[in-house]
């Protein structure tokens, strides 16, 4: 079986948010900015360049369109393959801080 392509920071932030709720791009961008307290900023252009090629990877989908103050914003969801990439991911987190944990405790840090 192949193996899939490890997701990106910027992917891995978005999808995070996406697997909280269905919610619109600039909703996702604040989402990220408030979880990772203001360190983590993704411009518009970056944001919406992730989420389309998010989409035609098939790790999220688009629920719709909604209708809010004049504009219309598009609803994303996280598909059962980004929840599987994001649970991959996750698994690397865990074994980087395992490591961090590692080397505090040998005195390499």
Same mark, same amino acid.
């Given at each position: 079986?192949? =193996? =899939?392509?490890?997701?990106?920071?910027?992917?891995?932030?978005?999808?995070?948010?996406?697997?909280?709720?269905?919610?619109?791009?600039?909703?996702? =961008?604040?989402?990220?900015?408030?979880?990772?307290?203001?360190?983590?900023? +993704?411009?518009?252009?970056? +944001?919406?360049?992730?989420?389309?090629?998010?989409?035609?990877?098939?790790?999220?989908?688009? +629920?719709?369109?909604?209708?809010?103050?004049?504009?219309?914003?598009?609803?994303?969801?996280?598909?059962? +393959?980004?929840?599987?990439?994001?649970?991959? =991911?996750?698994?690397?987190?865990?074994?980087?801080?395992?490591?961090?944990?590692?080397?505090?405790?040998?005195?390499?840090?």
């Amino acid at each position: 079986m192949a =193996r =899939r392509k490890e997701i990106s920071d910027n992917d891995y932030f978005i999808l995070t948010v996406l697997s909280g709720k269905p919610t619109y791009g600039y909703a996702v =961008r604040k989402e990220i900015e408030k979880m990772t307290s203001g360190e983590k900023r +993704l411009g518009i252009a970056t +944001l919406y360049d992730r989420l389309h090629r998010l989409r035609e990877a098939g790790l999220i989908e688009q +629920l719709g369109d909604q209708e809010a103050e004049g504009r219309i914003r598009r609803i994303y969801s996280i598909s059962k +393959l980004g929840g599987q990439a994001l649970q991959e =991911r996750n698994r690397t987190v865990d074994i980087i801080q395992q490591i961090r944990q590692y080397q505090t405790a040998v005195g390499d840090i």
